[in-house]
């Protein structure tokens, strides 16, 4: 979802100012849309296949016009097969979760299914037979990866590998109307022919095919290594990275130090001040270089040591820092220079956002703020419920937030506004591409209910909640990993889902063919923020 970075990507196989855009929508050219699809083909096509750099092209065009093209879907199996190429590779997947035996592996299998039909947002509606052909399609995408064959497979019998799927697909391929029991039997008698013809370790086919069900749901629903497990779990309830403690903003199109977090390494050096412009990271000029490429370039292993330059009031200095583990502000906000405007800048939806937004608008208020621009750029979502509390700090009394549809018909809610003391100062909104899940369920219940004006590009449309669910240890303790399963999708005021549309901006940031840190960063959102408090501060007189 970095949508700053996916713009470079369009840009660079574009690269001439492609984006036609008109007041409410904007679009690529037809020819440039289909040569984009064509070039994603052919880097899957390659000896390996490029999915990362397919499933970025086809995420950047995901806004678009689809033209037949089934770009969504042509996005999904990319993301599924780098999903899949990132689990072969994960110390912990091969070293525990392949260790375990066959019948334990099958255990494991059975209790995914069951997690699948009883415990998913599906619940009552999927089809075990649908859980087996998603299995079927992992194994055979496994089976014609190069690496996964060498790796698996015994040399003698790799020859035999492209006949033994044409196998599977005749033999297994059309079974339909399966209970749950004959699911799980098929699943056996895959894998022990796999392991009777292949040589590959019936342990390894059946947790192929168990990853592979969990895709029965949707794409946010997948099989988590025991690493993957450990870090999403630990960082459920906050943001937190390896770097330096400095919250990077635009200002100008410079690149600027927009906060410090206290008690970091640029806290503690004391040479480091807000407003302070970086120029070079590590001696790499960040001069027209993307926001989230600079946060990645102060980033790194703990310990490790950043050379930042700097440049204030003329001066310039170089300071030299250790990396460390830090937090990361969920809130920052301040009064955008020359107006009486609040910037408000949510990161991300954590247990602490509510109270964090309650200090911010009273300190934006006691500076005399007369309107607001909330940005939910970069916000990848969070804490729903941290979300729906947001909401009520800006919409009235009976205004509807949201609507959820539970796993459970019974956990089936309508969200309610009921904030006596809600903001009611004019609003824009900021948004982009890497706006997901609460975050646009926050913008979506602000357009619904015309609380305020959307500026920026078609979010992400991941409109659902999951839940982290630990698989049970094999034999000796052994760690099988987890999975992320998606109990409640989300509809906005009007009954919209998000998953898959996403929420449009009412102003489209149009130029984004043009590489330029100012269209792509800073002025061309605030500049149209601004321009909009300004009429409806007029309006409102």
């Known amino acids: 979802m970095a949508t700053r970075r996916m713009c470079w990507v369009l840009a660079a196989l574009v690269c001439v100012g492609v984006f036609v855009a008109t007041h409410d929508v904007y679009a690529l050219p037809e020819e440039q849309i289909r040569q984009l699809v064509q070039k994603a083909i052919e880097l899957e096509r390659q000896d390996p296949p490029q999915w990362e750099s397919a499933r970025e092209i086809y995420e950047a065009l995901l ?34 979760v392949l260790s375990i035996e066959y019948g334990q592996a099958t255990r ?15 619940k009552g509606k999927l089809d075990p037979t649908k859980l087996f052909r998603k299995g079927l399609e992992e194994l055979d995408a496994a089976l014609a990866d190069p690496s996964f064959v060498r790796d698996h497979i015994p040399v003698g019998k790799q020859a ?67 690493h993957q497990l450990c870090e999403l779990a630990r960082n459920l309830s906050r943001s937190e990275a390896i770097g330096v403690g400095i919250v ?11 906060e410090i977090a206290m008690g970091s390494p640029a806290d503690l050096s004391g040479m480091i001040n807000v407003e302070d412009e970086i120029i070079s990271v590590n001696k790499k000029p960040v001069a027209d270089v993307p926001l989230l490429s600079v946060k990645q370039m102060l980033e790194g292993s703990v310990g490790s040591m950043v050379e930042i330059e700097l440049q204030s009031a003329g001066e310039m200095r170089i300071v030299r820092l250790v990396r460390q583990r830090a937090e990361v502000p969920s809130v920052v906000h301040f009064m955008w220079p020359g107006t009486a405007y609040g910037f408000l800048k949510i990161n991300s939806f954590t247990d602490t956002t509510v109270q964090d937004v309650d200090e911010a608008i009273a300190k934006l208020s006691k500076a005399g703020m007369k309107g607001l621009i909330l940005d ?32 459970d018909p019974a956990n089936n809610l309508v969200y309610v506004a009921r904030h006596p003391k809600a903001l009611t100062l004019p609003m824009t909104v900021l948004v982009d591409g890497d706006t997901a899940s609460a975050a646009e369920l926050l913008a979506g219940a602000l357009k619904d209910n015309d609380r305020a004006y959307l500026i920026g590009q078609t979010t992400f449309g991941k409109g659902c909640t999951q839940t982290l669910l ?20 989300f509809l906005s005021p009007k009954g919209q889902p998000y998953s898959g549309r996403g929420v449009t901006p009412h102003f489209i940031i149009e130029d984004l063919g043009v590489p330029s840190q100012a269209n792509l960063m800073g002025a061309a959102y605030t500049d149209k923020a601004i321009q909009e408090l300004n009429r409806m501060t007029m309006m409102s007189k």
Request: aromatic share 6%.
């Open 63 to 96: 806004s678009q016009k689809d033209y037949g093209l089934k770009i969504r879907e042509r996005y999904h199996q990319a993301q599924r097969r780098c999903l899949q190429l990132r689990r072969h590779q994960d110390s912990s997947y091969l070293r525990e």
């Open 160 to 226: 035999t590998v492209p006949a033994f799927r044409d196998m599977v697909k005749k033999t297994w391929g059309d079974l339909a109307r399966l209970s749950r029991e004959d699911a799980l039997k098929q699943v056996e008698l895959v894998a022990l022919e796999a392991e009777a013809t292949l040589g590959l370790s019936a342990t390894v086919a059946t947790m192929e095919m168990a990853c592979g069900a969990c895709y029965a749901i949707d794409e946010f629903t997948v099989f988590l290594t025991p």
């Open 248 to 258: 990077l903003a635009i200002r100008d199109s410079r690149i600027i130090v927009g």
């Open 470 to 489: 630990k698989l049970p240890p094999a034999t000796g303790n052994v760690p099988t990993g987890g999975m992320r399963v998606t109990v409640a999708r």
């Open 376 to 407: 939910l750029r970069d916000n990848g979502g969070g804490m729903f419920e941290s979300s729906i509390d947001t909401a009520q700090r800006f919409l009235p009394t009976g205004k509807i937030i949201t609507s959820r549809q539970h796993k």
């Open 108 to 122: 494991i299998c059975k209790i995914i299914h069951k997690t699948l039909l009883d415990g998913s947002v599906e």
